[in-house]
Structure formats: C-alpha cells, structure tokens
C-alpha cells in the first residue's frame, strides 16, 4: 500500500529533508505545512492517508491539530514528530490520537520502517500506537 503523507512543520528545510527521507523509500508527500491551520484547509484536497506532525509549532501547534484530525477525519493516522522526549509532551500527543511519536534528532531514520507499519496495520480501529 502506499502512503499519501501530509508533512506539517513549521521549519521548511526539515520538511525538505523528511519529503527527501520518504520519496527514497516510495512514499508520496501531498501537502506540505507550516501549522495545523493550513493543514486543514489542504485536508478535503489532498486527502492524505497520513499525517507526519510536529508537536511544537507556531499558531495551531501539534496536540491541537491531532485532535481535530481525530473529531473530524478520524480514518488520517498520525504520526509525532518533536526534539523533545518529556514523557508529558508524549502522553499529550497519544492523548491527542498520535499513533506514534518520533525524536526528529535521532529517530527520523525510523519514519520510514513506521510509515510501513501502519500501512500494513491498515485502518483497524484499536490497532497498538508505535512508541
């Protein structure tokens, strides 16, 4: 299965990087942003099967964009991208409905064998977050 992925960042030479990152292992960026609100204006265009999201963010910052995703577009999965391993600031985007969550300094290589793993999870409600 492939993956339409939506990146929202707010630093666009991380986003280059991570579009970089997923076109080598096959995976097709849709949209790219700088926050959540401009995600949601780019949702009912793109339609991405994914969400790779950053947790800090000017304006609607990470938590507050998975859920809405997760009240409005409850099908997305959601990945969490932050430089910050606090056990609180996890717990707020698995709260959130992040299905996993990645240091973006050192657990960046793993996004593409995640995206993998949720493809192959397909939509099953209940399936286990990747922590």
């Known amino acids: 299965m492939s993956l339409r992925i939506a990146l929202v960042d707010d630093h666009a030479p ?7 990152l997923l076109a080598q292992h096959g995976f097709e960026v849709v949209a790219e942003c700088d926050e959540g609100t401009q995600l949601l204006d780019a949702l009912a ?3 991405p ?3 790779v999201l950053d947790v800090s963010m000017p304006g609607m910052d990470g938590p507050q964009t998975a ?3 997760r009240a409005h577009h409850p099908g997305v999965r959601i990945v969490a991208l932050s430089m910050h391993d606090d056990p609180r600031v ?3 985007m698995a709260a959130a409905g ?4 990645l ?11 995640v995206l993998h793993k949720l493809a192959a999870s397909g939509d099953e409600e209940g399936s286990p977050p990747l922590f």
């Open 49 to 51: 099967d994914v969400v």
């Open 98 to 101: 992040a299905q996993a969550y």
């Open 67 to 69: 859920r809405h995703l």
């Open 103 to 113: 240091r973006k300094d050192d657990a960046l290589p793993d996004l593409p064998r």
């Open 90 to 92: 996890v717990a707020a």
């Open 14 to 20: 991380f986003r280059a990087c991570v579009r970089q």
């Open 45 to 47: 265009r793109t339609r």
